[in-house]
Structures are given as C-alpha cells and as structure tokens.
C-alpha cells in the first residue's frame, strides 16, 4: 500500500500563492501522482497529474497558467505551485496516485491519497 503524506496547505489572500509537498512511500506500481481538491457538497476533481517518468500533465481549466505540477523523482515527491490565488481556489487538497499506465486524464481513478491540507483562500 501506498502512503502519502502531503504538507504545505494554509491560509492566504486572493493573489497569492501556496507551494504543497507530498512524498510518496514508494513509486512501485505508480504511474501518475497529482492533486485532487474537495469542497463541501462536491466531488473531488483533479486539479493537475503528471506521469512521473515522462512529461505528460494534464491540468484542470480553472487552474492553467497558475499552477504547475512538477516532482522531485529522487525524492519520491510531488509538488504543486499555486500562484494568483483565488477564493473558489479553496479547498481540501490530496496528493493521489494512479497506477493506470494511461493516467493523465481527469477520469482516472485514484489508487491511494494522502490525508489532504486545507487550502483557505480570502477576499
């Protein structure tokens, strides 16, 4: 079993930016990593995934041109810059990993996720 420990979730203005962390317990049987997000009443979606021995990612709309996903393989970590925050930026955020080997599509399932930090963006 996978386990997932992300870090870096907090409060922040509209405008600004977060840097979440999430390390991996090991990359066996993980093809993608990437985000999920959850607000109350709604499904979680993927914000971004990258497969972590190539270069494909793919990215939410709501979220091009100010996040960017990007992995340390070394490491065993995945990581997500968030710049110009906004308030419906706010959320509950998951690292998750995905042992699809065609996994950088927003319809793919998640296989493990981590514990999940809040992300509080204000006005």
């Known amino acids: 079993q996978v386990r997932l420990v992300e870090s870096g979730g907090g409060s922040v203005q509209a405008g600004g930016s977060l840097r979440l962390s999430c390390v991996a317990s090991?990359?066996?049987?993980?093809?993608?990593m990437g985000w999920l997000r959850q607000t109350p009443g709604k499904e979680r979606e993927w914000v971004a995934l990258?497969?972590?021995?190539?270069?494909?990612?793919y990215y939410a709309d709501s979220v091009k041109g100010r996040f960017t996903i990007d992995r340390d393989y070394d490491k065993r970590g995945v990581y997500l810059q968030m710049n110009s925050l906004k308030p419906e930026d706010t959320a509950m955020y998951y690292c998750?990993?995905?042992?699809?080997?065609?996994?950088?599509?927003?319809?793919?399932?998640?296989?493990?996720w981590g514990q999940g930090t809040q992300v509080t963006v204000s006005s």
């Open positions: 990258l497969h972590i021995g190539g270069t494909r990612t």
């Open positions: 998750a990993s995905v042992s699809r080997q065609y996994c950088t599509d927003p319809t793919v399932e998640a296989d493990y």
């Open positions: 090991e990359y066996d049987n993980i093809n993608c």
